[in-house]
């Protein structure tokens, strides 16, 4: 008991590093989904068949779009989930322009037992960012 006591700081940090370390992992599963970064995007498109889901409206999609991808506007996805039963229990990549639409497209899914969802943090404009190819 007297360790705990001059030690109580000591102590404090451990648990709080601790508590540091787990939470990324926490959050990286968002949602019933993993969020991936763009090496991890990348890693995933070309180790796996991918669908790659963009939830952007038609006319962003037609500005700039991941090669390959699929484009079903977060507005349409729930009637129009039908065209994508295929892929429930392959992997599946929701990209959208910031990474926010792809958190409705994935409670979406998930009600109709999607079961390999990822989501790219950060949208378009981090795979921008990183200097990726587009698609128009």
């Not at 038609?58 to 039908?82: C, I, W």
């Not at 322009?97 to 989501?119: M, P």
Request: with cysteine; hydrophobic share 45%; proline share 4%.
């Amino acid at each position: 008991m007297e360790f705990l006591k001059e030690n109580v700081l000591l102590i404090g940090l451990a648990l709080g590093s601790g508590v540091a370390l787990l939470v990324p992992m926490f959050s990286r599963s968002a949602a019933g989904s993993t969020l991936v970064s763009v090496t991890e995007a990348v890693m995933l498109m070309s180790r796996k068949q991918v669908l790659v889901l963009d939830v952007r409206e038609p006319d962003e999609f037609k500005q700039g779009h991941l090669q390959g991808a699929r484009n079903v506007p977060l507005s349409q996805l729930a009637t129009r989930v039908k065209e994508l039963e295929k892929f429930k229990d392959k992997p599946v990549l929701l990209v959208c322009e910031r990474g926010n639409r792809t958190r409705a497209a994935v409670k979406v899914l998930k009600e109709q037992q999607f079961t390999a969802l990822h989501q790219l943090k950060g949208g378009i404009q981090a795979w921008s960012e990183a200097k990726m190819p587009l698609s128009k």
